[in-house]
């Protein structure tokens, strides 16, 4: 048992935090809040450094990286508030492509993400209060020569800026985890309505499929047999926000720590003080724990460990109660400068809020890790 | 990063598991607790323990060989805790003299010290205690005042100390004295090993909270000490008494947490309200299962620390983080099983837990200030990990 990163996993994060830096990320970040278009300039500088063929595999041009590798990367990519759907494409949209794609959809799709030519996201809320994957309900009926979508789905993260959208429907009736199909649509097909975030450096759509036909190669894996492996992509997916909001958390504790060390009052620094020095003690504590987890369910993850499922839980259960606490104290710590947009706090305290509950209330994941242990 | 254990490893844990199988006292596994009422008896019965942990070469198990000890790497260690957490093993009644007294010894004494006292640390057959608080002195360590005056080819010993666990018992003490008073408070402490048989030191048992007495106050009265038993050198022993406490903060108590937590489950599972068992309760479900989060993310921060101080060589100041968050857990889980208990919760010794969860609920609550506070603890992060200005 060794709990540390190796060399190569320790210069790709140096690098990538050099690099983020270097181009600038947050403000990019902050140009997103105020409405204008970044992704596509932002996915370039990505393409360029391989970040989107990370955990493609080798025979199709990726670079054959592990989801933990990934979680290092998001985690520096969390620091900077990466306005892009880097986990969407790979923790989700190329992962249920490697498990359930046909040669050619995989040949189709795969070379094209690691080349940075193709971004996925997924759509899988439809009303946003509903219980995932069980209550997917977008009906998809089966016609000649391909499928009849229609419904409506909510909350589907860059929707107008993938290409490709991985949409979760039902074939046939009721609700549970049989019957879930998985389609891949492209994105300029579908009726889009741009949805205004918490998070706003994290765009989300509305989708209306009204009666949209696709062929039969759109559908990935077996009909109605996609529930099992869109839950482990479920589960993927938060692993990567997970690590990013772990990633942003540091970042918190060192703003903190820095504002602690230079703001003076009473004249003395006001780190110096008991209350806010062991405040941000807390912090880091929290942010220490939150990241064991989450390392330990993306290794879990890949190693199809048996309390895989429960390990991402447990991470996501932990960053959802704890870590907004910490990105809360980080505003506090900064008084009245804390609660103005200039302060980056807010963006991350944004960012763990809306991730609180999605894909998974922290009740929800209450319920699961106390089913894993069959209580 | 890899949570797999190597072969040798899992060789060791079957190793140990056998052993421990074997070594147990009658009973131990099927929930009998020898002595526990009577306190000498339990002291007996402890160093007993000692004694067949020696045996089989398990005592030491961290020391090197040249002192008798096991050699065993940190990665052992987490085993060894691992597993005497899961058969809730007899508490080692002379930790102090092995995992802090030892140590210090093998790093800062001398060639005779090791030799005189490195032994019977091992085999119980000295035991051992931690002279450091004071009446006046508690997480102001330094400022300490108990004195050690030149008197001859002596030193004479005058002052108190306080919250001293097992000295009522224990043969020699590993005592902060005050041997300069002149400079600042950090100088001009001396470190001494001293012999507790003496009719000039007296020990007056505490009464704690839990009922127990296993901590004094202790008074010296023109006791002595010797040259020979200086540790490092003399007026410098604040660093001899840091070296220690570096030691003390690389434990985790986080392995019978996790124990404890299981045998709560069986108590869910075994007793029912309202018609069913607890562990149906959703209320008791999802408490659990929050409670197994914090103790996954502690376990895991532990394994984080360990593989890092696999690297170091030395505990770093993330050890704190591990006493303050484990704790809390601790706290959280015995609070939760109280509550367990219904109305019952409010006896003590006539509830069906015969007291013993009064004892677990309580302890924690001491923890947290013996060996640095919470409150210290959280300096220790702040000042050293994030560089946050230090207290005036």
Known sequence: MDFRINDEQRQMRETAREFFEDREVLERARERIDGEAVVDDLWADLSEMDYPALTIPLEYNGLGDDVLYLSLLLEEAGRVALPAPLPETLAFGAFVLDELGTDDQKEEFLPAIADGDRRLSFALYESGQESLPRDIQLAAAPTDDGYRLDGTKTLVPFGEQVDTIVVAARTGSGTGMEGISLFLVDAERVDSEPQDTLDRTRPATKLHFDDLIVDEDALLGTEGGGGSVLQKAMDRYTVATCAMTVGAASRAVEMSSEYGSQREQFDKPIGQFQAVKHRIADMWMATQAARSLTYYAAWALENDEPDAARAVSEAKLFCSEQLTQVFADDIHNHGGMGFTSEHDGHIYFKQAKAWETFLGTPTEHLDRIADSHEL | ?392
């Open chain 2, 1 to 392: 990063m890899d949570f797999e254990y190597t072969e040798d490893q899992e060789r060791f844990r079957q190793e140990l598991r056998e052993w421990l199988r074997e070594n147990l006292p009658d009973g131990w596994q099927a929930g009998e607790r020898p002595g526990t009422d009577d306190p000498e008896e339990s002291v007996e019965f402890l160093l007993d323990w000692q004694q067949t942990l020696n045996e089989g070469g398990w005592a030491g198990l961290h020391w090197p060989e040249e002192y008798g000890g096991a050699d065993a790497s940190l990665l052992e260690q987490v085993i060894y805790n691992q597993e005497t957490a899961r058969v809730d093993a007899p508490a080692r009644i002379n930790a102090v003299g092995i995992d802090f007294v030892g140590p210090t010894l093998m790093e800062l004494g001398t060639e005779e010290q090791k030799e005189r006292f490195l032994p019977k640390i091992l085999s119980g057959e000295e035991l051992w205690c931690q002279g450091y608080s004071e009446p006046d002195a508690g997480s102001d360590l330094a400022s300490l005042s108990l004195s050690a005056e030149r008197n001859g080819d002596e030193f004479l010993l005058n002052g108190q100390k306080v919250w001293t666990s097992y000295a009522h018992v224990a043969d020699w003490c590993f005592l902060l004295t005050r041997t300069d008073e002149s400079g600042p408070k950090h100088h001009g402490i001396t470190v001494f090993l001293v012999d507790m048989d003496q009719e000039d030191i007296q020990t007056e048992p505490i009464h704690q909270i839990t009922d127990e007495t296993d901590f004094n106050e202790v008074f010296f009265d023109d006791a002595v000490a010797r040259d020979e038993h200086i540790v490092g050198e003399i007026d410098e022993g604040w660093e001899v008494a840091m070296t220690l406490s570096a030691f003390e903060h690389s434990m985790s108590d986080v392995f019978s947490i996790e124990q404890r937590w299981r045998s709560l489950v069986e108590f869910c599972r075994e007793h029912e309200r309202d018609g069913k068992p607890l562990a149906e309760h959703t209320h008791v479900r999802r408490e659990l299962a929050r409670l197994h989060t914090r103790i996954q993310a502690g376990k895991l921060t532990h394994y984080r620390n360990v593989s890092k101080q696999m690297e170091t060589g030395v505990p770093g100041p993330e050890g704190s983080m591990d006493k303050v968050f484990n704790n809390q857990t601790e706290k959280k889980l015995e609070n939760f099983a109280r509550r367990l208990l219904g109305a019952n919760n409010a006896l003590w010794t006539d509830g069906p837990d015969d007291g013993q969860w009064v004892t677990d609920l309580l302890m924690p609550y001491g923890k947290m200030i013996a060996g640095g506070t919470k409150d210290v603890q959280r300096n220790i992060i702040a000042e050293r990990v994030l560089g946050l200005p230090k207290d005036d």
